[in-house]
């Protein structure tokens, strides 16, 4: 089955830095990658998506990129603010519906 | 609200205890799923329902039995727990092969 390994588990970064976050999939036949941002105490909320047939997509600071050969897709955050401090996963759908999630990471975004 | 609705929103249960929990999603979705989701760990997923159908069981104990009554509701019975099943108990819903899921607010769990 897919697995879905995500890096790194915490990450710290100054108000106003960027923030990137990388997973790696295993299952070639995967074709759409969703990041979920989950506040403290908050369902997950799906933040950006992108799909196999394409590279790159953008949504204000956010961006997803994704490198299929290398199976590997990213999550930027651009001009990070306070707000943006949650926890952050990746997933992947393969050839089945079911999504199999990365291990999340906490974002703290400093002052 | 997002469409998908958990209830109850907190629950305190003995280990002898019978409750369930409910997940009821207005979106027209035809996927169901539950997802335990534990402190300082990754979202286990334990089953999926498509069409109403259990299409997936993640190797759950008995102790948590899934009902899918339709499309609409899903239900989790909980007997007979242990203190380490208390965590989050999260329910989402998706269109069969689109897009991502939308979560409930979940089902805070302890056990006692």
């Known amino acids: 089955g897919e697995n879905v390994e995500q890096h790194p588990s915490t990450l710290s970064v100054q108000e106003g830095d960027s923030a990137v976050i990388k997973c790696t999939y295993s299952?070639?036949?995967?074709?759409?990658f969703p990041w979920y941002k989950q506040e403290l105490g908050k369902r997950p909320q799906l933040i950006i998506d992108?799909?196999?047939?394409?590279g790159e997509k953008k949504d204000q600071r956010i961006a997803v990129t994704l490198n299929k050969t290398a199976k590997h897709f990213s999550l930027h955050i651009t001009e990070t603010q306070p707000e943006d401090s949650a926890v952050y996963f990746c997933?992947?759908?393969?050839?089945?519906?079911?999504?199999?999630f990365g291990t999340g990471t906490q974002l703290k975004v400093e002052l | 609200e997002t469409g998908v609705t958990q209830t109850p929103r907190h629950l305190v249960m003995g280990m002898t205890n019978k409750k369930s929990l409910k997940c009821e999603q207005h979106?027209?979705?035809?996927?169901m799923y539950w997802y335990k989701q534990s402190a300082k760990k990754p979202l286990e997923l334990m089953f999926v329902?498509?069409?109403?159908?259990?299409?997936e069981n993640n190797s759950v104990p008995s102790r948590f039995s899934p009902e899918c009554p339709n499309s609409s509701h899903l239900f989790l019975h909980l007997h007979t727990l242990q203190p380490e099943d208390s965590a989050l108990y999260l329910c989402?819903?998706?269109?069969?092969?689109?897009?991502?899921?939308?979560f409930g607010s979940g089902t805070r769990l302890t056990v006692v």
């Open positions: 299952d070639s036949a995967s074709n759409y």
């Open positions: 329902y498509n069409f109403k159908e259990q299409t």
């Open positions: 979106l027209g979705h035809n996927a």
């Open positions: 989402a819903s998706s269109q069969v092969g689109e897009n991502g899921y939308t």
């Open positions: 997933a992947a759908r393969g050839g089945g519906n079911k999504l199999t």
């Open positions: 992108i799909r196999s047939n394409v």
